[in-house]
């Protein structure tokens, strides 16, 4: 599987990571010779093997859905470049 | 008196209870000798005052003649655990200035324990590269060297490594999420272990792939990092993943005795183009393996790499791209887009943006970060 320009052009906006033009080309590249070296997956043959997602003989725990914690406002403020009446303050985005 | 310098956990303990040193002296010894070693870079955030209290407490909890194992030992910690009220920015550009109001589960037991936090150690920035030359804080140094060079420690645990093989600490937290303990620990000399998933609760340790991370302890030999690890191991309400077992006295099943084992070395594991000298030492170590426990070292290709790449790869940027895109999604504005991608652009290195543009690897649909276990 190849990936083009346009391609990498989408994923790196995905990824709301900035790729100048110029850098598109060379990422497309780079993003291709990952996925060929993926497709060597496919040489592994798992016929008859149940899939497993854990070595630990154990389901995820389930708990009640009850409030165990909150009323922490100062704390969660606390590393806040700007915080005013209890809230989150950003730069203006909308004019 | 004893070189304080050159004790292992497990001498340390047993001084402390006997009375033959005091955790003050202690600590007050290692934060010299960090002060000394700053060339080595391991250390990046230093907690003198934290370390000072705790050792006294520490004292007074060893008089009282009930402490554990590890009360009073001086520890490093790697950036990547949020530790109350100190820096903890997983030696990332983005974190600069953070400071976590709540302490991370493994701090957590250590410091209940009695351990003593000398400071933040040095690391790969998100814990993600294998020489800890990608950190914002620059790259941390191997203490052994062969002639004038730096050499690295590897990474990312490479401040714990360096610091530990430096006589800089009794012992450091390390990170593990494809041998980011091991490989800085072989780097350095010292003893490292990646703990089985779900020992070790996550919670509070900043994430690089939710179901391969996990936390372990970096020492100087075997039995200190069996002491270290019972005192980080154990269930955790607060991570889902984390096992609900009993936690066994590690330091007691170090017998010597392997003969019931059987042991497997994955061939990924033995590179090609290894320097003599080090294939030597491979082949010497699976010789000793081979003496002692009844497994015949199978070597199997297991596709380790990419199976670990795929995994990663997707998990990685997962929660942090739902929350971009959420947000980006609630504006519904170019110009949240804008800021966000000047953002990441601009305050994380290279390396972190290069894996970052991977994220649609997992582009399919909702993230998972804890899969259930199927069948």
Redesign the interface.
Known sequence: MSIDTETARRVAKLARIKVEDDALPALAQEFSAILGFIEQLNEVDVDGIAPMTSVTPQRLKRRKDVVTDGSQQPAVLKNAPDAREGFFAVPKVVE | MTDLSKLTIASARDALRKGDVSSVELTDAYLGAIDGAGALNAFVHHTPEVAKAQAAAADARIKSGNAPDMCGIPLGIKDLFCTKGVASQAASGILD??????ESTVTTQLFDAGAVMLGKLNMDEFAMGSSNETSVYGNAVNPWKSDDRELTPGGSSGGSASAVAADLCLGATGTDTGGSIRQPAAFTGITGIKP???RVSRWGVVAFAS?LDQAGPMTKDVRDSAIMLEAMCGHD?KD??S??MAVPNFEAALTGDIKSKVIGIPKEYRMDGMPAEIEKLWEDGTAMLRAYAIGQGASTQT?LG??W??ISGTEL?GPM?DR?MVL?WA?N?V???R????L??QNTGPDI??T?????LG?TGSHSP??????
């Open positions: 200035g953070f400071k976590p109001e709540y089985t998933y779900g179901s309400p889902s993943t096992m609900d596709f990419i199976g790449l795929v940027l791209r971009m980006a504006l504005l110009v949240a887009e800021v966000i991608s000047q990441r652009t943006r290069a970052a543009i991977g994220t649609p582009d804890t899969p259930d276990r199927v069948g």
